[in-house]
C-alpha cells in the first residue's frame, strides 16, 4: 500500500508524466487531501498541472464544499488512474472521481465563506457525475459559468492522478503601489505582509498568520478596500489566492457591510476589481443583512 506522496512521485510512470507535463522546474502544492504539481514559471493564458488526489481525498477544504474558479475560462479534468505499489502503469478504475458541480447563475456562498458547502441530497442546481479513468478528457469549468463552484472527489482507497488543463481569463498583474499611495506607513506595511503571506500561504492564511488577519481587520476599512480589491487579481497557482482577498473583504464586511456595499458599488461601476467576485460579494453581503433583518429566512 502506498503511504505518501513522495512514493508516488518516485513511480516511472508518474515522473515521465510530470517531466512531460510540468518540466523539470517544478512546485508542489499541498492541499488538505491533495497535491498539485504545477511549472514554477507557468504561462498566463495555458496552464497544464496534475492533481494528485489521496485514497478518498477531495480538492476542497472539505467533502462538503465546492472552490470557486473565477480565474478559469475554460478547464478539464483527465483522469489518468490509481497508482499501485507494485504496479508499473495507470491502473484503469471505473467510476474513480466524483465531480459536484454548479452553475453559476444565482449561487452563492454563505458569508464569511469563500466556499459553496452543499449537500448532495438537499442542495437545488448540483451537478453530480462519476467518470471513470481513460474516459477522454471532460470540462469542470465552462464559459457560461458551469463549474465555477466545484469538488473533485476520490471515490476510491487508491491515490488516484488527474491531468488538469485550464485557459486562465485575461487579467491584469496585481498593482499596489497606487493603493499605498494615500496610506500611513502602517497601513502599508501590513496590507503588503498579508499580500505576501496570500502568494506565499494562499487560504491557509487564516491558519499561518492569525495574528496578521487581526491587524489587516484592525485598519480603517474605507482606507484598506481598494488594496484588498487589488489582491483579486493575485495568479492562481493551486492555492486559491484570489479567494483569500475574497474572504478578507467579507470579513470586513461583517462589522461595516455599508462601506464595503458602497466601496464594491463603485468598483463594480469602474471594473476597478474582477467583476464576478464584485457581483458575488455584493450578493453574499445584501442576503446577509436580508437575514438579519428578517427579511429572509
Not at 517531466?19 to 498539485?36: E, Y
Not at 497544464?48 to 475560462?73: F, V, W
Not at 492522478?161 to 497601513?187: C, G, I, T, Y
Amino acid at each position: 500500500m502506498i503511504k505518501d506522496i513522495n512514493e508516488i512521485l518516485s513511480k516511472n510512470v508518474v515522473r515521465a508524466l510530470v517531466q512531460r507535463i510540468c518540466g523539470n522546474d517544478i512546485d508542489i502544492i499541498k492541499r488538505q487531501t491533495c497535491f498539485v504539481v504545477r511549472k514554477k514559471h507557468e504561462d498566463e493564458r495555458q496552464v497544464q498541472r496534475i492533481i494528485i488526489l489521496a485514497p478518498k481525498g477531495y480538492t476542497a477544504n472539505t467533502p462538503n464544499q465546492m472552490n470557486s474558479h473565477d480565474e478559469a475560462e475554460y478547464a478539464t479534468i483527465e483522469v489518468k488512474g490509481a497508482i499501485r505499489a507494485e504496479g508499473k502503469s495507470f491502473s484503469i478504475l471505473k467510476n474513480c472521481l466524483f465531480v459536484a458541480s454548479s452553475y453559476e447563475k444565482g449561487k452563492t456562498s454563505s458569508l464569511n465563506k469563500p466556499y459553496m458547502e452543499y449537500d448532495l441530497e438537499t442542495t437545488f442546481g448540483i451537478s453530480k457525475e462519476f467518470y471513470s479513468a481513460g474516459e477522454p478528457p471532460f470540462a469542470v469549468v465552462k464559459s457560461d459559468g458551469f463549474g465555477f463552484y466545484h469538488n473533485l472527489v476520490n471515490s476510491t482507497d487508491e491515490w488516484l492522478v488527474l491531468v488538469l488543463n485550464k485557459k486562465m481569463r485575461p487579467q491584469k498583474s496585481v498593482d499596489l503601489v497606487p493603493h499605498f499611495a494615500d496610506l500611513s506607513e502602517k497601513e502599508a506595511d501590513v496590507l503588503g505582509r498579508l499580500y505576501e503571506a496570500v502568494v506565499e500561504y494562499g487560504d491557509e492564511v487564516f491558519k499561518r498568520a492569525e495574528s496578521l488577519v487581526d491587524e489587516v481587520c484592525q485598519l480603517q476599512t474605507e482606507r484598506i478596500l481598494p488594496a484588498l480589491g487589488e489582491m483579486l487579481y493575485t495568479f492562481d497557482t493551486g492555492k486559491h489566492e484570489a479567494c483569500t482577498a475574497f474572504a478578507m473583504i467579507l470579513k470586513l464586511s461583517k462589522t461595516e457591510p455599508e462601506k464595503v456595499i458602497a466601496y464594491l458599488n463603485g468598483a463594480l461601476e469602474s471594473k476597478a476589481i474582477p467583476v464576478y467576485y464584485t457581483r458575488q460579494l455584493l450578493q453574499k453581503i445584501e442576503r446577509d443583512k436580508q437575514k438579519a433583518t428578517g427579511i429572509i429566512a
